[in-house]
């Protein structure tokens, strides 16, 4: 039975918040961006296109580093979807991002998930009554819905149009990583995960945070502040490659359900959450994920409880299906956000 960690209502404000935590890594989000990419018409491409032209970051991020073999329109539209993750603050200490706040001030950390609550049962009572989420906090569901709204205003600026283009590409993939979808309490969590980002496991045989192992899952970016040409043109590759074997693979009955039935962001969220409650908080057995709690700077122990390898299976074999299911949606998104 997967279905062990209680689902709590109530929202509450979390003393912690994943100010820095990511959804898939800069390879994933490209790989959904590239299946939606060729779900659209020349049309469509084109006419996102001239809209990303008036991107306050066309030249410096959007259009750089394009290798020879790739066509910019390509280039362009598939790297929309890694921007807002680029304009996340890469200060350290008291040294300041050299990019400078004409940068960082696109950043928006809450945007980027929202905390739904799973609640181990064997603490429930000592959460009973609490909140654990601030009603008012916003957060990915509704910057989804805004961002998309900005982009069918007739009256919105073309370059606000250009912007939410980019965050419509991000969040649509981050709104599919299960653990951007939750946050975990229990006697060793009682301010919550943070998204997994503070439960320490050894997956794999290496220690990692359970946030940071989803991020991976289909790809590794170990440095995504690296803005070389050379790394740049290297994840890319990456993330044609990943594409080009997913669109191979084959939806089941019920993943094509899935499409057919849910439609809309509440419901894309809701998918996620049931799957950090089944697959991402759960061993394959349906018994609790056992982990550590660990500091947000701090490293995670070698004795960090192990996933074991039917755990990793699963949670590689969920994540695939989670990029396809995210390419289609985004794709049929941006159909009807550019017929309007």
């Not at 890594?25 to 996102?48: E, P, W």
């Not at 906090?137 to 709204?149: E, G, M, P, V, Y």
């Not at 606000?160 to 969040?171: E, N, P, Q």
């Not at 409880?305 to 590689?316: C, L, N, S």
Request: net charge positive; proline share 5%.
């Amino acid at each position: 039975m997967k279905h062990w960690v209680v689902f709590v209502v109530a929202f509450v404000a979390p003393a912690w918040r994943p100010a820095s935590a990511q959804a898939w890594n800069s390879i994933g989000h490209m790989a959904v961006a590239k299946l939606a990419y060729d779900r659209l018409s020349d049309g469509q491409k084109t006419k996102l296109f001239a809209m990303l032209r008036s991107h306050p970051h066309f030249d410096k991020f959007l259009a750089a580093g394009r290798p020879d073999e790739i066509s910019e329109v390509e280039w362009v539209i598939v790297r929309t979807s890694v921007w807002p993750d680029w304009v996340r603050p890469r200060s350290k200490g008291k040294k300041k991002d050299p990019r400078g706040a004409e940068v960082t001030r696109y950043h928006r950390s809450e945007d980027h998930y929202v905390n739904i609550p799973l609640i181990d049962p064997k603490d429930a009572d000592s959460f009973a009554g609490k909140t654990l989420v601030d009603p008012d906090l916003t957060n990915i569901l509704d910057a989804l819905k805004q961002r998309s709204n900005e982009v069918r205003t007739k009256t919105m600026a073309d370059v606000d149009k250009a912007v939410a283009v980019c965050w419509i590409f991000h969040l649509v993939g981050d709104i599919h990583q299960p653990l951007h979808n939750v946050a975990y309490f229990s006697r060793e969590f009682r301010k919550g995960d943070m998204g997994g980002n503070l439960f320490g496991v050894r997956a794999a045989g290496q220690p990692v945070r359970l946030h940071s192992y989803w991020d991976n899952l289909l790809g590794d970016d170990p440095n995504y502040a690296d803005d070389s040409a050379e790394h740049q043109a290297r994840i890319y590759r990456e993330a044609l490659a990943m594409a080009a074997r997913l669109r191979t693979r084959q939806l089941t009955d019920a993943e094509q359900g899935l499409l057919d039935k849910n439609t809309t962001i509440a419901s894309w969220s809701q998918e996620s959450y049931e799957l950090a409650k089944t697959v991402g908080y759960a061993k394959a057995d349906g018994t609790p994920l056992p982990g550590i709690w660990v500091p947000f700077n701090g490293k995670v122990p070698d004795k960090a409880p192990d996933a074991g390898a039917d755990y990793v299976k699963t949670a590689r074999a969920t994540a695939e299906v989670r990029i396809v299911l995210a390419g289609h949606r985004l794709a049929e998104r941006m159909k009807t956000l550019l017929a309007k």
